[in-house]
C-alpha cells in the first residue's frame, strides 16, 4: 500500500515544505525517515528574533530561546550541520534557563580548539567561557556561530541592554551593544601581546567560514565581518558605521587574500543628499567603499532612508511642542533640499569598475520626498556600468512633462553611460513613455542597451494597468527601438485598494488608440 516513506526524499522534502511548524513537529514524531525529513526543514534557517520585531516584547523569551537553540546543537551535531540560513537577534542579559553542566562541557571543547587557532584566540576564549557560565546571551549567540559549519546566510542583531526594551530603532547610539565582536568572542585578556590587539581573523569560528550572505544591524561593523573569505553579499543597516578598510589593510588587519565581496547593499540617510556633515556612517565614503578595496565588486544597491530620530523625542505627550512625541522624524520636507549627485559624488572612487548600481526607497516606506529631491544629472562618470536601477523621480525629475516644467531636460546622452546594458525604471509614470521615445531616438549612441523594464507600485508612480496600456499604444506606433521595453507590477497591483474594474474604463488600449489619434496634428486641421 501506497505511503509517505516510499516517496523518494525529494519529493517528501518538497511536499513537506508547505506544513505550517506545528505540523512538521507531528510529522518529526512518526519514523526515522520522516523525522530526518522534518529536520531537514526545521533547522535549515531557523529564527530566533528578527530585527525591529515585536518579539522585542518579550526579551526574556528571546534570550532563552538563545540558550535552548544553542544546547539542542551542542547534544545533537547532526542539526547543526542542517543549519543554512540563520537570523538571530541578542542581548547580554540574564535568562531564566539554567544551563546544563554537560553542556558547559561540550562548549568548553569547541572553545579550546578555537584558542588553539591562534595566539590572540587563546587570548579571548578564558574570558568567552567566563561569560557563558552567567548566562550572557550574546556569548551563547557567539557559540552558535561556532558550531554550525555549513551556515552561508546570516543576519545578526547585538542589542544593549536597553535596546532590547526602550531605546528607538533610530537611535543606534544606545540601542546596539558597543564592542560586539568582544561580546560575541569574548575580551582579551590585561596582559596579552600587543599583537592580539588586532581585530580576530573570523575564519576561527566554523559557522563564518562560507558565510556568503551577511545582514549586519549594529552600532558599527568591524572589518573582520567584510574580510570573511566566502563573503559576497553584505548588507549593512541604516544605523551601522562602517569601518575604514583602507587603514584596516595598512595595518594588515584585513588578511590575504583580501576582500571578496561582490554585492554591497547599503541603508543609507537622506542626509548623504545634501552638504549637511553631521552624518558619520562613512557607508559612501572612498575608505569603506573604492574599486581598490573591493576589485571582485559586481553591484552596488542604495536604500534611502528619510527618517532620523528625533532628539527631542519624549513619551510624554505635550500639547505645546507636538513634535517632542513622535519618535522619528523627516529629513527631507521641502524643495530643493536633496541633490540626488550628491551620492554619485561620493560614489566616485568606484566610478572605473562597478558594472551594477540600483537605488530605492528603505523598505518601501513614504517616498514623498522624492519630490524635493533633485534628479541625477550624468551616469557618464561610470564607464563600466552595465545595470542601472532607479525610480522615475530620481531620473527624469519630479516634473517631467508636467506644463511649465522647471527641471531641465538632460539629453540622453549626457544622462546614460554608452556601456548600459539594462535599464530599470521604478515606479514610473505614464510621462515615461515621452521619454522613451526620445531614448529611442538616440538608440545608435547605446548600441549594447537590450532591456528596458518598468517596474509598477501601488504606493507610488502610475499603476500597471495606465502603464501597460501607454506602452502597448506606444510599441506600436514607434518604429523598432532597438531595445525591449516589458513592464511589471509588485504583488500589491494584483489587489488594488481601489474596486476591482476601477481602472479598466481609464486604461483601456483601445481608448488609448483613439486618443492618440485624435491628438494628432493632421487631425486637429
Not at 109 to 124: K, V
Not at 186 to 209: H, K, N, Q, V, W
Not at 298 to 315: A, W
Not at 456 to 473: K, W
Request: proline share 7%; net charge negative.
Amino acid at each position: 500500500m501506497p505511503n509517505l516513506e516510499g516517496l523518494p526524499s525529494e519529493l517528501l522534502l518538497s511536499v513537506a515544505r508547505y506544513l505550517p511548524q506545528s505540523d512538521l513537529y507531528s510529522l518529526a514524531s512518526t519514523c526515522r525517515k520522516l523525522l530526518s525529513t522534518a529536520e531537514d526543514i526545521l533547522y535549515d534557517a531557523p529564527v530566533i528574533g528578527m530585527p525591529y520585531s515585536e518579539e522585542y516584547q518579550n526579551p526574556i523569551a528571546m534570550r532563552n530561546r538563545v540558550f535552548i537553540f544553542a544546547q539542542t546543537l551542542l547534544h545533537h551535531p547532526r542539526l547543526a550541520s542542517k543549519v543554512r540560513l540563520f537570523s538571530v537577534s541578542a542581548s547580554k542579559g540574564g535568562a531564566e534557563f539554567t544551563v546544563h553542566p554537560d553542556a558547559m562541557s561540550l562548549a568548553a571543547g569547541y572553545l579550546r580548539e578555537i584558542g588553539l587557532h591562534s595566539p590572540p584566540w587563546a587570548n579571548r576564549v578564558g574570558d568567552w567561557m567566563r561569560r557563558l557560565n552567567v548566562g550572557d546571551g550574546v556569548a551563547w549567540t557567539g557559540l552558535i556561530l561556532a558550531i554550525i559549519p555549513k551556515l552561508c546566510n546570516l543576519t545578526i542583531e547585538i542589542l544593549s541592554d536597553s535596546g532590547f526594551t526602550t531605546a528607538s530603532t533610530y537611535d543606534s547610539y544606545h540601542r546596539y551593544r558597543h564592542e560586539h565582536l568582544e561580546g560575541l568572542f569574548g575580551y582579551l585578556d590585561e596582559a596579552c601581546d600587543p599583537a592580539s590587539l588586532l581585530p580576530p581573523d573570523l575564519t576561527a569560528i566554523l559557522g563564518l567560514r562560507r558565510l556568503e550572505t551577511l545582514y549586519y544591524l549594529g552600532y558599527d561593523i568591524a572589518s573582520s565581518w567584510v574580510s570573511l573569505p566566502k563573503l559576497q553579499t553584505l548588507k549593512i543597516a541604516h544605523e551601522g558605521r562602517c569601518p575604514d578598510l583602507k587603514r584596516a589593510q595598512t595595518q594588515n588587519e584585513i588578511p590575504s587574500p583580501g576582500i571578496n565581496v561582490q554585492n554591497v547593499v547599503l541603508e543609507v540617510s537622506t542626509l548623504l543628499l545634501n552638504f549637511n556633515p553631521t552624518i558619520r556612517s562613512g557607508a559612501l565614503e572612498d575608505h569603506f567603499l573604492s574599486s581598490s578595496l573591493y576589485p571582485r565588486s559586481r553591484e552596488v544597491k542604495l536604500y534611502l532612508n528619510n527618517q532620523q530620530y528625533n532628539p527631542d523625542y519624549s513619551f510624554v505627550e505635550d500639547d505645546e511642542d507636538p513634535d517632542r512625541y513622535h519618535e522619528c522624524i523627516d529629513i527631507i520636507e521641502t524643495p530643493g533640499q536633496g541633490e540626488a549627485d550628491m551620492l554619485l559624488n561620493r560614489m566616485i572612487p568606484l566610478s572605473r569598475t562597478l558594472p551594477g548600481l540600483r537605488i530605492d526607497v528603505y523598505k518601501d516606506l513614504d517616498s514623498s520626498f522624492l519630490h524635493y529631491v533633485s534628479p541625477f544629472s550624468s551616469f557618464c562618470a561610470f564607464e563600466a556600468l552595465t545595470l542601472l536601477s532607479l525610480p522615475q523621480l530620481l531620473l527624469l525629475g519630479a516634473d517631467y512633462g508636467v506644463p511649465g516644467q522647471q527641471h531641465q531636460f538632460v539629453p540622453i546622452y549626457q544622462l546614460l553611460p554608452r556601456t548600459l546594458e539594462y535599464l530599470e525604471i521604478t515606479s514610473p509614470y505614464t510621462s515615461v513613455v515621452d521619454w522613451l521615445e526620445e531614448l529611442r531616438s538616440y538608440s545608435e549612441l547605446m548600441p549594447q542597451l537590450e532591456n528596458v523594464t518598468l517596474v509598477c507600485s501601488d504606493s507610488r508612480g502610475d499603476p500597471y494597468p495606465a502603464l501597460r496600456s501607454h506602452i502597448e499604444v506606444w510599441a506600436e506606433e514607434a518604429a523598432a527601438p532597438g531595445f525591449c521595453v516589458q513592464v511589471f507590477w509588485s504583488d500589491r497591483d494584483l489587489s488594488p485598494w481601489r474596486p476591482q474594474g476601477a481602472w479598466s474604463h481609464d486604461c483601456d488600449p483601445y481608448v488609448m488608440r483613439l486618443v492618440r489619434y485624435l491628438e494628432r496634428p493632421h487631425i486637429g486641421k
